[in-house]
Nanobody, 124 residues
């Protein structure tokens, strides 16, 4: 059974940083694309970032480019999202997602496995 467990959310002031972690179990992590999405009360779940199996390919939403960095450690079955210079509009529930069906993708429908979500709140 596949399980994705997120951690690292919290409350931070505008301009601050947080690092989210997502640890996977029950999968062959080295051939498992990872991504982060986020949902706000007024928006559907939006793509944030994705990383390929080996980490050689990364893609970001325009709104986070230059501020967020996605990475992975295959020896720990864990993906990360380093979030710097956070803004109030980054406030959302962040979800990690994994897929064995793609190398990396920004399409929600290509991800079969999801974490429970972790709240990130950025105060102004």
């Amino acid at each position: 059974q596949v399980q994705l467990v997120e951690s690292g959310g919290g409350l931070v002031q505008s301009g601050g940083s947080l690092r989210l972690s997502c640890t996977a179990s029950g999968v062959s992590f080295s051939t498992y694309a990872m991504a982060w999405f986020r949902r706000t009360p007024v928006k559907e779940r939006d793509f944030v970032a994705t990383i390929s199996w080996t980490g050689g390919m990364k893609r970001y939403a325009d709104s986070v480019t230059g501020r967020f960095t996605i990475s992975r450690d295959n020896s720990k079955n864990t993906a990360y999202l380093q979030m710097n210079n956070l803004k109030p509009e980054d406030t959302a529930v962040y979800y990690c997602a994994g897929s064995s069906r793609t190398v990396a993708a920004d399409l929600e429908g290509l991800y079969d496995d999801w974490g429970q979500g972790t709240q990130v709140t950025v105060s102004s």
